[in-house]
């Protein structure tokens, strides 16, 4: 990344959300990370604000940096979905304690829905997601003006990364990099001033990442709404070709973490001898919450077609995560590899 990726994705971070001069941001995230390093640090140095930084994520003391009224007083928060979690947790989260906060953003991982909407409900705040790699820094984000505490008319809308941000490219591309449709899923690419210069004494893998035309290929697989909101579906590499069938994983996730007691699941590929491949979902309960794989995945044949219905589906205390809260599907991969040998 050059100085001057970094540079013009704060320029752009600071006018997209309105960043103030008046601002104070609550970081809690790590820094060997880009939205710690780069998305949170470079807004708040780049604006001159202060920050009340934590040495690591507390969801108690980031409420209390967040009621704490001694000036500078917080503004912002920026976190990853597993610390949104953990902040609803927090009895004491509610629409009085954030009355001053002007901004939650979110991303590195999936936030839920039911997450979003419960943290609205709680706090009167609509949480702004958005989406970029350690490739791009941001991408996409949801609009700043969505949030109707603050008189906004854009809506930023759930299991939504929001618009491309200005000056960034965004392309929806087949297999053979031909344009998609509105609404097809495909295979994203991007192009813009804060897209890397390449892979570090990696000039063949360079060149394999970006399209014949200076596209980068963001490994990602989305689609773009009618409206203009792009939705990332999931991975490439996490796509479950089942019996010929492309199967999105996060389509069926969507429709599991829907389900009563259901806090959060997983879905994977699995070789299988007959199908090549099959989804195996890992389910985790609410707490309190009772759950039957079998009942989960009788519920899901009467919601979805027959080829995307897990062939497994088990119930966990918890999914494997790395250090910024995504699930690490890798490791759920190797668990369950010999399911079906």
Not at 242 to 249: D, E, F, I, K, L
Request: hydrophobic share 40%; aromatic share 8%.
């Amino acid at each position: 990344l050059t100085h001057g990726n970094l540079l013009s994705n704060a320029r752009t971070l600071l006018r997209h959300w309105d960043w103030r001069s008046d601002d104070c941001l609550v970081h809690a995230l790590p820094i060997f990370h880009i939205h710690g390093l780069f998305v949170a640090s470079h807004c708040a140095l780049l604006s001159g604000t202060p920050m009340r930084w934590l040495g690591k994520f507390d969801a108690a003391a980031v409420l209390a940096q967040i009621q704490d009224t001694t000036s500078p007083r917080a503004s912002v928060f920026m976190g990853v979905p597993t610390m949104y979690g953990r902040l609803l947790q927090q009895e004491r989260l509610n629409a009085r304690l954030t009355a001053h906060m002007r901004l939650f953003v979110s991303g590195s991982a999936p936030l839920s829905m039911a997450a979003f909407d419960q943290f609205a409900h709680r706090t009167g705040h609509t949480i702004l997601e958005r989406y970029g790699m350690s490739e791009t820094i941001m991408l996409t984000s949801n609009p700043y003006g969505g949030d109707a505490r603050h008189g906004g008319q854009s809506e930023r809308r759930g299991s939504t990364v929001g618009f491309p941000l200005p000056g960034v490219g965004l392309r929806v591309v087949d297999d053979a990099g031909k344009a998609l449709p509105v609404g097809e899923i495909g295979n994203i690419q991007v192009q813009g001033p804060n897209v890397f210069k390449g892979y570090w004494r990696m000039p063949e893998k360079t060149k394999e990442e970006f399209s014949a035309d200076g596209w980068f290929k963001t490994g990602d697989v989305g689609k773009v709404d009618e409206r203009g909101y792009v939705s990332i579906v999931g991975r490439s590499k996490d796509l479950i070709i089942s019996g010929g069938y492309n199967v999105y994983p996060a389509e069926i996730e969507s429709a599991i973490n829907d389900m009563p007691g259901v806090a959060e699941s997983a879905v994977v590929g699995v070789p299988h001898p007959d199908f090549g491949e099959v989804g195996v979902a890992v389910v985790i309960a609410k707490p309190g919450a009772k759950l039957d794989g079998d009942a989960i995945l009788a519920q899901l044949k009467s919601q979805l077609a027959n080829f995307k219905i897990p062939k497994r589906c088990f119930v966990a205390t918890e999914l494997p995560r790395n250090t910024m809260g995504k699930v690490q599907k890798n490791l759920l991969r190797e668990q369950h590899k010999g399911l079906f040998a």
